[in-house]
């Protein structure tokens, strides 16, 4: 399984980012994904994630009505919608998807993971 992201940059506080994954090898349907981000010197957080079946969703406190996690099965492709974005969302986002389709909120289960996007908030 190999994932791809995409979609980091530079946005003012307020704005807007789209971050894009996409799967080759497996589809993420009948699987969990994940988007987790992390800045220097602390852990990998999880941000948010859908289900294997794509019916639950879960988002940290800090992104919760800001952020919307959705899927594309058609694409393969993940996305994190960014809204009202501040300096604290400053981050490398990862995406992640696992095959231990009932620990979807574990962090520790997620072992397919893309490349980081940057995504830089500036005041």
């Not at 974005?85 to 620990?103: E, F, K, Q, V």
Request: aromatic letters at 14%.
């Amino acid at each position: 399984v190999q994932l791809q992201a995409s979609g980091g940059g530079l946005a003012q506080a307020g704005g807007s980012l789209r971050l894009s994954c996409k799967a080759s090898g497996r589809t993420f349907s009948g699987y969990p994904e994940a988007w987790f981000r992390q800045v220097p010197e602390k852990e990998r957080d999880l941000v948010a994630a859908f289900s294997w079946s794509g019916g639950r969703t879960y988002y940290a406190d800090s992104v919760k009505d800001r952020f919307t996690i959705s899927r594309d099965n058609a694409k393969n492709t993940c996305y994190l919608h960014m809204n009202s974005l501040n300096p604290d969302d400053t981050a490398l986002y990862y995406c992640a998807t696992t095959d231990s389709i009932g620990r979807w909120l574990e962090p520790s289960a997620y072992n397919f993971w893309g490349q980081g996007t940057l995504v830089t908030v500036s005041s």
